[in-house]
T-cell receptor, first 110, second 113 residues
Framework: RKEVEQDPGPFNVPEGATVAFNCTYS??????FFWYRQDCRKEPKLLMS???SGNEDGRFTAQLNRASQYISLLIRDSKLSDSATYLC???????????FGAGTRLTVKP | DGGITQSPKYLFRKEGQNVTLSCEQN?????MYWYRQDPGQGLRLIYY???????QKGDIAEGYSVSREKKESFPLTVTSAQKNPTAFYLC????????????FGPGTRLTVT
């Protein structure tokens, strides 16, 4: 079983749609969680950290479910500029060992 | 400006040659990482280092070597033993502690023919 798994998609949605991504992780002792965004041929950039209580940043909401070992990302009112690959990242319980999911590709269409 | 730099952005080499990719950070981060990304794929960990003069193998370390002689620098050498070296290579750094995120350099695209 992979340490971090994501649905690769692609997700093709119209502008204004709400879309949700899930990510599961295998190590129950994982310490912290993040969502990154990666545009084509660019480096990943932090979208948001995922806190135990859940957190929201504008149109983006991240949730953590430790019991089921998954994190989620919800994007409301999708924009064309949201088209990208979204990467789930988990900090394993070995200090600074960070592991990435394979990414979920989102395309928002007019 | 604080950040991570990688050079060069594009690199072309002939098969059988070793090549070293540069990664420098001025964020005062203890941990540094090298990832490889193939087209349409996720990031795979090659090596990471938590402190100077120490580093650990990731999932795909074969055919690669690293050094960490200075906190700011973590160069990656792609050796001739690496079977399929053509890829996008990303360097990242991170402050110590679980709550901190990674910061990435702009990457180096290596093409070996």
């Amino acid at each position: 079983r992979k340490e971090v798994e994501q649905d690769p998609g692609p997700f093709n949605v119209p502008e204004g749609a709400t879309v949700a991504f899930n990510c599961t992780y295998s190590n129950s002792a994982s310490q912290s969680f993040f969502w990154y965004r990666q545009d084509c041929r660019k480096e990943p950039k932090l979208l948001m950290s995922v806190y135990s209580s859940g957190n929201e940043d504008g149109r983006f909401t991240a949730q953590l479910n430790r019991a089921s070992q998954y994190i989620s990302l919800l994007i409301r009112d999708s924009k064309l500029s949201d088209s990208a690959t979204y990467l789930c990242v988990v900090n394993l319980p070995y200090n600074n060992d960070m592991r990435f999911g394979a990414g979920t590709r989102l395309t928002v269409k007019p | 400006d604080g950040g991570i730099t990688q050079s060069p952005k594009y690199l072309f080499r002939k098969e059988g040659q070793n090549v070293t990719l540069s990664c420098e950070q001025n964020l005062n981060h203890d941990a540094m990482y090298w990832y490889r990304q193939d087209p349409g794929q996720g990031l795979r960990l090659i090596y990471y280092s938590q402190i100077v003069n120490d580093f650990q193998k990731g999932d795909i370390a074969e055919g690669y070597s690293v050094s960490r002689e200075k906190k700011e620098s973590f160069p990656l050498t792609v050796t001739s033993a690496q079977k399929n070296p053509t890829a996008f290579y990303l360097c990242a750094s991170k402050a110590s502690g679980f709550s901190y995120e990674q910061y990435f350099g702009p990457g180096t695209r290596l093409t070996v023919t």
